[in-house]
């Protein structure tokens, strides 16, 4: 597997497009929206972006329920407004993934309308199906009752998105329904979808973020099928497309790197311990909780997965409450000391960076549900919509947030003490040194249960640099046998030492030459 050059000193800002900036004033944001504040992205310190799903759908499910993969929602704009948001960002020497979605489609599909014929066609063994209308795939729910055909059809999430077929690690034999990987109908999904990579990436984007990769094959013990699913279209693309960039939802980076993808993607469930720092009554970096199971975590992927450990932390995603539902103030800067000094690609969730709130008692939006207030509109500035449309109010994707001061980038941007100018900061130090970028080294120097500060080694390019964060109200010490030296970037006082001790200030993060 060929190493992405830019993947090194990567930080990605996502972007929920139909909640980012809207010019049409049709109350949902498009693709000239995100072209016009692609120089904010950028001076912020971001040179990538992850673009959620902006293919053709229903929109059931934000998106990912994909009505036809070659075609650009209309809604945001056209495949022609798409490659130029490709080239816009090319020429600022930027970076995008798209958002592949190849577990299901919308049953609004083409591929599951002919799936659903009773007389057998290509399409016929597209996704999976039982033999018997009245039994479900094992472990799924199923859409019956839709089809000509006989059989159940297995559905990966909502019961509006059918399973796309790749096969059976080990089928059983009394279930003849379930098809080998090996089989006609997985091959040519498999196919398929590579073909759909093929497209974009002709178009002009950089690569893809995965969603589900963990899911496609199914009774796969220990994800073998899987990962050699993957390392079929590893293959693909290291002869087609050496330069694109793959970033899994899969939350096992020893699997998910075996199967060739360049990164994993930090999971906020599942057994990472990831809201331990940032999402449950006491986070860590709400200064008083525990990261210790994380890091034991995090230790224990990186061991194996070989020493690689190459996990995107991101600030939060649409799939989560938002950053500042838990955390405020100092804690809110102290985190993306931590989230910008991490090995791996980092991630901000657009609004992250001015502290956007999560809304709270919105009806579900799209198949939002409890995620729809993580997916409120931009806060730009103080005018009409916050700047995000001049649409009506009611007219809106997803209602704004209501309060008299919520935060905006127009203010944070003026305020040389706001949160956005600190990661401003923080980027820009990540930028300058290789030894906090993706694939530098790390050691965690000191992180002991329900104690602070959490301190850890980042080795990369001959250069040695400490991170040290207390977002407690103590100070704290811890031993180190190094010699602390000149701090690359300081937030609150400066971190002292004395003989083999630390001293480590309240409120403070710090990145120090050793």
Known sequence: MNNVKWLENAVFYEIYPQSFNDTNGDG?????????????????????????????????????????????????GTNDDLRRLFDEMHRRDMHIL????????????????????????????????????????????????????????????????????????????????????????????????????????????????????????????????????????????????????????????DKSLQGGFHMDFLLHFGPSHYNDLFRCDKP????????????????????????????????????????????????????????????????????????????????????????????????WDSSENAGFSNAPADKLYIKLDPSDDRPTAEAAMADSGSLWHEIQRQTAVRMAHPALQSYGDIDFVYCEKDKYPLAYLRTGDNEKILVILNPSAKTVEFPFGGSLGEAVYRYGAMAAQSGGTVTVPAYSAGYYKV
């Open 284 to 379: 860590f970096f709400g200064g008083e909780g525990d990261a210790s199971e994380f890091v034991a975590k995090y230790l224990e992927n990186r061991k194996k997965s070989g020493g690689k450990g190459l996990m995107c932390i991101p600030s939060g995603n649409h799939d989560m409450y938002r950053l500042a539902k838990y955390i405020h103030g100092d804690g809110l800067r102290i985190s993306f000391a931590f989230l910008l000094s991490m090995p791996g690609a980092p991630f901000i969730y657009y609004g992250d960076e001015i502290g956007m709130r999560y809304v709270e008692g919105l009806y579900s939006v799209e198949g939002g549900y409890e995620r729809t207030g993580s997916r409120s509109p931009m806060q």
């Open 98 to 253: 798209l958002d592949l979605v190849p577990g299901h489609t919308s049953w609004e599909h083409e591929w599951f309308k002919a799936s659903c014929k009773g007389e057998r066609n290509e399409y016929t063994d597209r996704y999976i199906w039982t033999d018997n209308t009245w039994e479900a795939p094992e472990g799924m729910n199923a859409l019956i009752g839709l089809a000509e055909r006989v059989g159940a059809c297995g559905v990966n999430f909502f019961s509006h998105q059918p399973a796309l077929n790749y096969g059976y690690y080990k089928p059983k034999p009394d279930k003849p329904w379930q098809q080998p990987m090996d089989a006609p109908g997985p091959k040519a999904t498999l196919e398929a979808m590579k073909d759909i990579m093929r497209f974009w990436l002709k178009l002009g984007c950089d690569g893809f973020r995965v969603d589900m990769a963990h899911s496609l094959v199914k009774n796969d013990e220990d994800s073998k099928g899987t990962i050699a699913l993957w390392q079929n279209v590893r293959e693909f693309l290291d002869k087609e497309f050496p330069d694109a960039a793959m970033v899994s939802e899969w939350g096992e980076p």
């Open 28 to 76: 949902i944001g498009d693709f000239q929206g995100i072209i016009e504040k692609l120089d904010y992205i950028k001076e912020l310190g971001c040179n990538a972006i992850w673009m959620n799903p902006c293919y053709d759908s229903p929109f059931l499910d934000a998106g990912y329920d994909v009505r036809d993969y070659y075609k650009a929602a209309p809604r945001y």
